[in-house]
């Protein structure tokens, strides 16, 4: 089970830190992603980390040099630190395992406001 909290109401150049917890499976096997969906649009995967110990990061274009992916394995947690947000930010933000393993749950609502 994954369950995302954290999102918000921000004001543009804002920020703000999300995190989603991981409950019922190894949570060290597993790279896991944040994805976003915004209205009318499709669900798109806005970073990714690794699990391995060396890890790895990917970022969508749009979000590189703002967002931060992390884990902490000992929480079972996975976050995504947030700068300098955008109106474009605006969405429901969900986290998964990278093989999207398992339902989406409700996602948390993230609103830039300009």
């Known amino acids: 089970q994954l369950q995302a909290s954290g999102g918000g109401l921000v004001q543009a150049g804002g920020s703000l830190r999300l995190s989603c917890a991981a409950s019922?499976?190894?949570?060290?096997?597993?790279?896991f992603g944040w994805f976003r969906q915004a209205p009318g649009k499709e669900r798109e995967r806005v970073s990714c980390?690794?699990?391995?110990?060396?890890?790895?990061?990917g970022y969508v274009d749009s979000v590189k040099g703002r967002f931060t992916i992390s884990r902490d394995n000992a929480k079972n947690t996975v976050y995504l630190q947030m700068n300098s947000l955008k109106p474009e930010d605006t969405a429901v933000y969900y986290c998964?395992?990278?093989?999207?393993?398992?339902?989406w749950g409700q996602g948390t609502q993230v609103t830039v406001s300009s």
């Open positions: 980390i690794s699990s391995h110990e060396s890890i790895t990061r």
């Open positions: 998964n395992t990278v093989g999207l393993t398992y339902s």
């Open positions: 019922g499976f190894n949570f060290d096997d597993y790279g």
